[in-house]
């Protein structure tokens, strides 16, 4: 595996590949590489060669109380997971290379990154857009892959490359679990013993609303309220917000006929972790992919 440090050399290995016909896979991510990250490397070699994945922690997508000086680097255990797994390429680059003195400029996909994460973390998806549109104008893969853990910002992304032309066909792979349900985080290193077990409520809920769906329920009412009844119970976790909303358009969903998200967002202590279900009508019933 080829450590990159310079956008430069990115670009250059990048264009090789590319004039080679070769199919380039990208993988961003802000390292502390877990079996989720793992996943969308290993759906990326199903798909690609080579295969990029990016580690850089963004300080554009952090807000001023966030977490970003504390925010887990692994860097030499993650550098081994990858080259275990045979990747072609790390590019991690210091954050003067993605952001050199005199940056200016941001992207933002209007009204999709407003709402839910956006509107408790304001910001936040304009420093995701940037970085992202970043390495995909860097790398220009043929496909990039994301996670579905984070269902709001890859429909923003996915937004992002269509309105832009950016080429790279958008991949959004299933949320990894540990095995009681919580979805994996790099963010999860932060929970205490007490913590890291109220914080199963959140899958739990979205079970519940599974368990509901299954025996007929539709109203999409109740089922937030089953899923808000599930995590209020947890005095540890306090509830940011739980909404069913349309796939797409990610507005309030009225009715399941069209794909939708439950999603939701908690503080287990002082950490802020997310998590969602997926709702697609299946002929006369409804698929719930947690
Ligand atoms: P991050 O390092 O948190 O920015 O995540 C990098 C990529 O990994 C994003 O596309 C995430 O959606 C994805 N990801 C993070 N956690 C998981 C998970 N538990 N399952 C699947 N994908 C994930």
Known sequence: MEIIRTVAWMKQVASEARRAERLLGLVPTMGALHEGHLSLVREAQRECSPVVVSIFVNPKQFGPSEDFQKYPRTFDADRAVLENLRVDYLFAPPPEEIYPAGFRTSVNVE?????????????????????????????????????????QQARIIRQ?????????????????????????????????????????????????????IEAGETDVVSLIAAVRGVIEKEPGVVLDYAELVDADSLEPAMTLRKPAYILLAAKVGATRLIDNALIEPLGDSLRVTI
């Not at 095995?179 to 932060?190: I, T, V």
């Open 111 to 151: 009204g999709l990154s407003d709402r839910l994460e956006g509107r408790s973390r304001p910001g936040h998806f304009r420093g995701v857009t940037t970085v992202v549109l970043k390495l995909l104008e860097i790398v220009q893969p043929r496909f990039a892959f994301f996670g579905r853990k984070d269902a």
């Open 160 to 212: 992002m490359a269509r309105d832009l032309d950016l080429g790279a066909e958008i991949a959004v792979c299933p949320i990894v679990r540990e095995a009681d349900g919580l979805a994996m985080s790099s963010r999860n290193a932060y929970l205490s013993a007490d913590e890291r077990r109220a914080a199963t409520v959140l899958s739990k809920s979205l079970q519940r609303a599974r368990k509901k």
